[in-house]
């Protein structure tokens, strides 16, 4: 049983840290994008 928490602890962390690295990246797009869209305004 303990080895099977701490695969769950694993895959959350794993999770955890692709989303930290995604979050940045899309906000950045979507300043990009409303940059772009302003610019036209």
């Known amino acids: 049983m303990p080895e099977r928490a701490h ?3 694993a895959l ?4 955890f840290y692709s ?3 995604l979050l940045p ?3 950045f ?3 990009k994008q409303y940059q ?3 610019a036209r305004l």
Do not use: G
């Open 7 to 9: 695969d769950i602890d």
């Open 12 to 15: 959350l962390a794993d999770n």
């Open 19 to 21: 989303l930290k690295k």
């Open 25 to 27: 990246v899309s906000y």
């Open 29 to 31: 797009t979507i300043y």
């Open 36 to 38: 772009t869209l302003f």
